[in-house]
């Protein structure tokens, strides 16, 4: 009898093992079982409002005991059908994701296939969580350029990440001001790849990339909205406010509130020139010719002529055209609008819509591809900012910068400038006590390019400083240097 008792539950154990069940127990995971058919080896989902949300979109799960010598089919409940991706990704160790197709029918979208697994993980995108970002800042932990801090804590009490990357031993005075911000919206998760490959380029051994970290600071939030990300949740349209509708006064989100903050601060020393906030556009939407695209504010203006310029150094690098489109009017209080009105002179402000999982041009997205987008759009930011036609603070377009380097430096400081028009310039330098120590009058130069290499040989060490007098409207620059023998 007892060997009976044991045999049954040995078979029941057996079925047991051999249902399908779910596992939503990790970070960001997300989905409900609505049905489980084992003899038919279909499972039914849908997607669970998380936190403040009023869509329910995005889903991330494992589900385990698939029967693996046949097909399986993954069956999503929707309620929203314009958000339903083209396809589903899986993967078998949270790693490496492959793409699945998926057929609509009635109130479902249905992916299915034979796996050669039993367990399989589903994500409506390429997932990426909280957790990565913490694994790209100890990724980055001993990279000379790269610094990370914690700009806000979440209501949640998680700390909001911001990479700061600049050459530190060029100084900062006079440095162009970049901002990037990401993931305002928690479903965009493909777009955190983006910000990953800028982030990594921008930090690289790359010469354009070393070009860019000494003539600018490079400010990068990758994940606005860390507690509906961590959550899982799908957060567009959230209760009580969508993150990226939170941007005037006063918000409601701590990591709007400093980040706000935290670019009025880095903008006092600091011209800000370039503000990027990275997303993902509806699956299927792209602009009138089915690329990848911005919205911007400004249809026409210097704004305009300066992201178009923009678009133009991208196309050289990535070789093909981001498109763009007019901010929507009813888009009221988003982040590009927001630095928009507050930053009169910047180069542009705008918002990158990098594409669903397919692109209409044909393209297969993938990690690889999003990342590599994020490169294109370092390298895009180094050309720009090398060589741009901008605002000056009187707002007029001059093209016009000025990169002192190395600072400190040991016996050759370079002097690297550029002009808009042909004019007159002098240069000084000081020492503290106000005495000049050299000058040096080049005449008339053209309009472009300069370099000027200043030899302190004979000189001891410590603080000098410079100025720059032009007869036109670049004016004049002046700052510090610091010789270290
Ligand atoms: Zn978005």
């Not at 089915?290 to 504010?297: D, E, L, V, Y």
């Not at 990690?367 to 720009?384: K, W």
């Not at 090398?386 to 050759?412: A, D, H, I, R």
Request: proline fraction near 3%; charged fraction near 20%.
């Amino acid at each position: 009898m007892r060997y009976i008792c044991l045999l049954i539950l040995l078979m029941l154990t057996l079925r047991a093992v051999s249902q399908i069940t779910v596992d939503t127990s990790f970070e960001g995971s997300n989905a409900r079982v609505l049905s489980v058919n084992n003899s038919s080896n279909t499972l039914k989902i849908e997607s669970v409002l998380k936190r403040g949300d009023v869509y329910n979109v995005v889903f991330y799960l494992k589900v385990l005991n698939v029967d693996s010598t046949r097909t399986f089919r993954l069956q999503v409940q929707y309620s929203q059908l314009y958000f339903l991706p083209v396809y589903v990704m899986y993967s078998y160790d949270k790693s490496n994701w492959y793409r699945l197709s998926g057929t609509v029918s009635g109130n479902y979208e249905e992916y299915s296939g034979v796996f050669n697994r039993r367990d399989i993980y589903f994500c409506y995108g390429y997932p990426y969580v909280y957790s990565d970002v913490i694994n790209l800042q100890n990724s980055l932990s001993s990279n000379p350029f790269v610094t990370v801090s914690d700009v806000s804590y979440s209501e949640s009490g998680r700390a909001v990440k911001l990479f700061r990357i600049t050459n530190s031993t060029v100084s900062d005075s006079g440095k162009s001001l970049i901002w990037v911000t990401g993931r305002h919206h928690a479903m965009e998760s493909n777009s955190n790849y983006v910000v990953e490959g800028l982030i990594n380029y921008l930090a690289s051994a790359d010469v354009n990339a070393a070009r860019l970290r000494n003539q600018a600071i490079i400010y990068v939030v990758p994940v606005m909205d860390v507690d509906m990300v961590y959550a899982g949740g799908t957060g567009k349209d959230q209760n009580p406010v969508d993150f990226n509708r939170d941007w005037d006064s006063p918000s409601h989100w701590n990591a709007v509130r400093d980040v706000k903050a935290k670019i009025l601060q880095t903008a006092a020393s600091n011209r800000l020139r370039v503000f990027l906030d990275s997303h993902d556009p509806f699956p299927g939407e792209t602009d009138t010719s089915g690329r990848n695209f911005f919205f911007s504010m400004q249809e026409s203006g210097q704004k305009s002529v300066n992201l178009n310029a923009f678009r133009n150094k991208l196309y050289n690098t990535g070789g093909y055209w981001f498109g763009r489109k007019p901010l929507y009017p009813t888009s009221g209080q988003t982040s590009t609008k927001w630095v928009d009105s507050m930053f009169a002179n910047m180069d542009f402000s705008a918002s990158l819509e990098t594409g669903w999982t397919k692109r209409t041009d044909g393209t297969s997205w993938s990690v690889f591809l999003y990342r590599l987008h994020g490169g294109v759009l370092g390298r895009g930011l180094s050309d720009y900012i090398y060589q741009s036609t901008s605002v000056s603070e009187n707002g007029t377009p001059v093209n016009f910068y000025l990169n002192v380097y190395p600072n400190p430096f040991n016996p050759k400081v370079k002097f690297d400038f550029s002009l808009r028009k042909n004019q007159q310039v002098k240069l000084y330098i000081y020492d503290v006590n106000g005495r000049e120590i050299a000058y040096e009058n080049f005449g008339k130069l053209n309009s472009g390019r300069h370099e000027y290499v200043f030899d302190a040989e004979g000189l001891s060490s410590g603080v000098y400083f410079y100025r720059i007098e032009t007869t036109g409207q670049d004016g004049l620059l002046k700052g510090r240097i610091v010789l270290i023998k």
